[in-house]
């Protein structure tokens, strides 16, 4: 039986199934490779939101602090690569993130709304399978690897949803995040097949 990592965030419908562990544990260089990618485009991210919503102080204050850190994970995720030697590569990404992205509405403020929380759940779900993996790696140093990111991940989760509460009414904020964990949990229902973070 699979060991169970810390509790998840609770805005994730649905928990990851045993089978995405069993394909990330058997993949673990790939899976090690993806990591590279998603910390690249977390960072990306939210350098993004800061030049599209400039005039947004607090936003922008937080979001420096999230791209730094997802920067130096980026770094250390690298040296992992460079330990195993595995060459930084592209990688098809899997239909997660464009699926999420095609829920983001197009006009404002929606949009503004809807980046933050497709980006908060993002991070919780990397939250839980990162603590899959630290539970479950057979590699005890990259099984702490992964525990040690973790507290992060959720608390970029916390900072993305504290940004859309500051800047919208909590309840509109708690039903587009109802909303969009549902879809968020349907894209996963399906197990990708090639193993990535989010497949």
């Known amino acids: 039986m699979l060991s169970s990592p810390l509790p998840t965030i609770n805005a994730l419908k649905q928990p990851t199934s045993d089978a995405w562990v069993e394909q990330a544990i058997a993949n673990l260089d790939i899976i090690l490779l993806d990591h590279s990618h998603c910390e690249k485009k977390a960072a990306g991210v939210a350098l993004n939101m800061m030049f599209r919503y400039p ?21 250390q995720v690298n040296q992992w690569l460079e330990k195993r030697n595995i060459p930084l590569k592209p990688l098809p990404p899997p239909p997660y993130g464009a699926g999420l992205k095609a829920q983001v509405r197009n006009q404002e403020p929606h949009r503004f709304l809807d980046s933050m929380l497709v980006t908060g759940l993002i991070e919780a779900r990397s ?24 507290t992060s991940e959720a608390r970029h989760f916390g900072m993305y949803w504290v940004l859309a509460d500051t800047y919208f009414d909590r309840k509109i904020v708690m039903d587009r995040l109802d909303e969009l964990a549902g879809v968020e949990s349907q894209l996963l229902a399906t197990l990708h097949p090639e193993p990535r973070i989010h497949s």
């Open 55 to 75: 005039s947004n102080t607090k936003m922008v204050r937080e979001l420096t602090a999230i791209a730094r850190e997802e920067l130096e994970h980026l770094e």
């Open 127 to 150: 939250h839980e399978r990162l603590g899959l993996l630290a539970a479950n790696c057979p590699e005890p140093e990259l099984a702490a690897f992964y525990r040690s990111l973790m």
